[in-house]
């Protein structure tokens, strides 16, 4: 029992790049979540998704996109990487509600140059 | 609009003092409250949680919190700290109708001096 595994673990891109964070959970979670953690910001929510196939805005969306066909795995891409989107993502799931407690995946560091 | 605040945002203890984090929140129906910590270079780890009953729930590591609902608060408490507990704090908050909305804090670093 894995949990909730990301991939890549570190990535440097310049900008313009794009690219794809991978978020795979095994607790057969119906919600799955992407965050970005900034110094002094905690955790911003972006996308979240309430079940396969469904997706939906957080609170900072702009320049991301995300995709869940399948249940275990939530994509988030960025299409044009920009040096604001340099940071910490985590990607979390859940059973939803009511109670939502969070489990969080190990992060990714990105860097955009 | 919904909000959490941390107000410590950074602290600053020797060993086996007390702790108390402070967490506030603003939302008017009933919620389900979370404490994570982040360890250094670790991912966010749940310390403990409040669902209902007793306001007083207590966590791993000696952690404990309490629920004060009619000051919309939910501190978070140690006897005696450790240099281990060095870590970054979140409060965290959710509505209890809708999982969707998920609302951190902005977090308080704890250093610990041995």
């Known amino acids: 029992n894995a949990g909730v595994t990301q991939t890549p673990k570190f990535r440097v891109l310049k900008t313009g790049q794009s690219m794809t964070l991978l978020c795979a959970q095994d607790?057969?979670?119906?919600?799955m979540y992407w965050y970005r953690q900034d110094p002094g910001m905690g955790l911003r929510l972006i996308h979240y998704?309430?079940?396969?196939?469904?997706?939906a805005k957080g609170e900072v969306p702009d320049g991301y996109n995300v995709s869940r066909l399948k249940k275990q795995n939530f994509l988030l891409g960025l299409e044009s990487a920009a040096p604001s989107q340099t940071s910490v993502y985590f990607c979390?799931?859940?059973?939803?509600?009511?109670?939502?407690?969070?489990?969080f995946g190990p992060g990714t560091r990105l860097t955009v140059l | 609009a919904q909000s959490v605040s941390q107000h410590n945002h950074h602290v600053i203890l020797s060993e086996a003092a007390s702790l108390e984090l402070g967490c506030n929140y603003s939302?008017?129906?009933?919620?389900?409250l979370f404490w994570y910590v982040q360890y250094p270079g670790q991912h966010l780890q749940l310390l403990l949680k409040?669902?209902?009953?007793?306001?007083l729930v207590k966590g791993i590591k000696g952690f404990e919190a309490e629920f004060i609902k009619s000051k919309f608060s939910f501190n978070l408490r140690k006897p005696s700290v450790q240099w281990s507990d060095t870590a970054e704090y979140f409060c965290a908050v959710t509505p209890y109708s809708s999982a969707s909305k998920i609302i951190f804090g902005s977090g308080t670093r704890l250093s610990i001096r041995p």
């Open positions: 409040y669902f209902s009953g007793d306001p």
């Open positions: 998704s309430v079940g396969e196939g469904t997706t």
């Open positions: 979390a799931s859940s059973l939803g509600t009511p109670y939502n407690e969070q489990f």
């Open positions: 939302y008017g129906g009933t919620v389900n």
């Open positions: 607790m057969n979670h119906e919600y």
